[in-house]
Nanobody
Framework: QVLFVESGGGLVLSGGSLRLSCASS????????MGWYRQADGKQRELVAG???????DYAEAVKGRFAISRDNAKNTVYLQMNSLKPEDTAVYYC??????????WGQGTQVTVSS
């Protein structure tokens, strides 16, 4: 069962921007703390941004000030706005529940590639 569908990735030059989207037709994302994760080649998957049910947000140090997570409850969608992208942001990005709301099911993710 695929709970999350990610989109919006692509190839961008260093310093550029992308906005990722995460939607679900299976669950109501509004009911969960949600997060964006990324996994670079040869590295473990890491949480880069999380948003609580009431809008509280938290970010990994590496992306603070550059990434912004948000949610649109009417569209059942969670977004990740990524600005000032760096080559080290290159990874497959996934969404899932954040913190103790994480699910075992992962989507296909969306590839983000930042070239220098």
């Amino acid at each position: 069962q695929v709970l999350f569908v990610e989109s919006g990735g692509g190839l961008v030059l260093s310093g550029g921007s992308l906005r990722l989207s995460c939607a679900s037709s299976e669950i109501n994302l509004n009911e969960y703390q949600m997060g964006w994760y990324r996994q670079a080649d040869g590295k473990q998957r890491e949480l880069v941004a999380g948003i609580g049910r009431f809008g509280n947000k938290d970010y990994a140090e590496a992306v603070k000030g550059r990434f912004a997570i948000s949610r649109d409850n009417a569209k059942n969608t969670v977004y990740l706005q990524m600005n000032s992208l760096k080559p080290e942001d290159t990874a497959v990005y996934y969404c899932n529940g954040a913190w103790d709301d994480r699910f075992n099911s992962w989507g296909q993710g969306t590839q983000v590639t930042v070239s220098s």
